[in-house]
């Protein structure tokens, strides 16, 4: 049966008239359906056995529906990056970059607006091998989850960084591709926020429009001649998208990068960008649109900055290393006591982005050296690095969301020392079996606080 979930007031109905693909009625009945589809992303780095089912999303690879919507917390395959939950209509970024011409080659890739990293890990799955993916957010206190799930999906090309959008002009033209999900007014996602309904205004879409102009702005002088920005919003107004569009086009020479979708989808073809309605499409609202910069204007050849940070002290022996890291194309460096590894044939960009941002994590961090002794690092644990020295302890589910809740392990074992803690052959995270006992290392800000289900 249905239940009356949302109560969509007048000012917001009688701004979408008019609006490619709105049809009042069919509008308001999806918002009175109980609860919208979910849907997760599978992660191709971790193979991985998932017990919930499955449909694809048709315009995802890796994307399928889940129904019923199973508990993630209590999914230890969800703790070690098998996927990532995220809403089915943003995925439409997988066309926009497949049809870009930029998926078969190198790239340097920038989300401007990345937490908690959505767009950011499907991006990551999508990126040629040798690309570099930096993940912006300029809000402190989201980089932290963006870059705990970027650790989750086991990136090692990946800087994360927290910056306004405006401190990349001193990078101008270095990225090739730009994903741009701008902060918005976010009426696409009000079956999931029914708190959002009542603090809709115009004056707050005019608000989030300005600031889209802002961060477009800043975007463009980034983005190399010929490269191409992926722009996107979850809200259903004009005026932060459409009328964006037109404005960046007619400002900024931004060429409109057409994209092929299935009509079967359901996605609205409107001008100079696409429109997924929740009657139309099996997701909730939401906005994209690519554009090229000409190339017109020869490449900006800067003389970026690379001499090396003085944080940096590269020590000269890390061969000890082997028996925790897969170093194949990786170079070590200590900062600030703590060692992390990056990949060597993109040394020269960690040093122009040390130079020119604030990154708050990046590569693979290996662990620190306590009194002579390594503490390997949550993230090695997780990332596909981990050297396969390295033994797993295989725990079973009780005993595996026990690992994660960060409870005392009793398991079986006759090696000592530290160990992986495995579920269905993924690691989630370090332990160190002492005798007699078997200390959990799991990160304590990401245990799981519930007790049960
Ligand atoms: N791309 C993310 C994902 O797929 O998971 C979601 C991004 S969300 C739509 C927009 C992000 O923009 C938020 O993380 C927000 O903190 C950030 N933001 C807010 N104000 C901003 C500003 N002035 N400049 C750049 N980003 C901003």
Known sequence: FLVLTVQLTSSFLNSLEGLPGYDPVLFEAVHLQAAPITSIRINPAKKSDLSFSLTPVPWAQMGSYVSPRPSFTFDPNFHAGAYYVQEASSMLLEQAFLQSGLSNQPIRALDLCAAPGGKATHLHSLLAPGSLLVANEVIRSRTGLLRDNMIKWGADNVIVTQNDPA?????????????????????????????????????????????????????????????????????????????????????????????????????????????????????????????????????????????????????????SLVEWIDLDGMDVTEMGGQLMAFPKAMQADWQIIQSALHPVYAGVRIGEWMRDKLIPDHALALSTHLSSVVEYLPLDYTQAIAYLQRKEIKAATSTKGWMVAAYQGLPLGWLNVLTGRINNYYPKGLRILKEHL
């Open 167 to 319: 401190h990349f002009e001193k990078l101008p033209g270095y990225f090739d591709w730009i994903t741009l999900d701008a902060p918005c007014s976010g009426s696409g996602l009000f079956r999931k926020d029914h708190d959002a309904i009542a603090s809709w205004t115009t004056g707050q879409v005019s608000h989030c429009a300005l600031r889209q102009q802002r961060i477009l702005q800043a975007a463009w002088k980034v983005l190399k001649p010929g490269g191409v920005l992926f722009y996107a919003t979850c809200s259903y107004s004009a005026a932060e998208n459409e009328e964006i569009a037109e404005w960046f086009i007619n400002e900024y020479g931004a060429i409109f990068m057409p994209i092929q979708l299935d009509s079967s989808w359901g996605v609205i073809e409107t001008t100079n960008g696409y429109r997924c309605w929740p009657h139309h499409v099996l997701g909730e609202g939401f906005f994209f649109t690519c554009f090229q910069k000409p190339n017109t204007a020869a490449p900006i050849e800067r003389a970026f900055r690379t001499e090396k940070n003085k944080q940096i002290k590269k020590s000269a022996d890390f061969s």
